[in-house]
């Protein structure tokens, strides 16, 4: 099943076209169809979803062990496929464990990269790699309240 979007449901960036707004929505009832034809959801619960999940981050790292950073940026064609193969698994389990746990994905993000914003403010940590504790004075640091409810 696929779906046809709307222009006002497209997501672009200045580098193109990213995804639907309603992308996890859609593919999270998809992929749940797709589990119950085949009698799936009885392994598909969040401790064996999360552990697929490990699984398929652990086989995309795989094809860049051992590569230099610039080796890892210029992938040939044939390379770039498998690992877009295995960024998919990464993607359709990371949906479904969403799914499983009535977790909005999109309102998620959205509040993960609120809270990120406000620990690396970009005037501070522009070209800085570290954790966002070294940034502040510890009697300063940010009061970030991540219990509110991310879900569906």
Not at 130 to 138: E, I, Q, V
Request: charged share 25%; glycine share 4%; hydrophobic share 40%.
């Amino acid at each position: 099943m696929l779906w046809r979007l709307e222009e006002s449901e497209k997501i672009h960036t200045a580098s193109g076209l990213i995804g639907d707004l309603r992308w996890y929505g859609r593919d999270g009832i998809y992929l749940r169809q797709f589990a119950q034809a085949r009698d799936w959801e009885q392994f598909h619960n969040p401790k064996n979803l999360c552990m697929a999940l490990s699984v398929e981050v652990a086989e995309a790292c795989e094809h860049f062990q051992w590569l230099t950073a610039e080796q890892a940026q210029n992938l040939t064609d044939a390379q770039r496929e498998t690992v877009a193969l295995e960024l998919a698994d990464i993607q359709m389990y990371l949906v479904r464990l969403a799914d499983q746990l009535n977790i909005d994905l999109w309102q998620a993000i959205n509040k993960k990269t609120k809270i990120n914003e406000a620990k690396y403010p970009a005037d501070l940590v522009r070209g800085k790699a570290a954790k966002y504790t070294a940034y502040s004075d510890p009697s300063q640091r940010l009061n970030l309240n991540v219990s509110s409810k991310l879900t569906k």
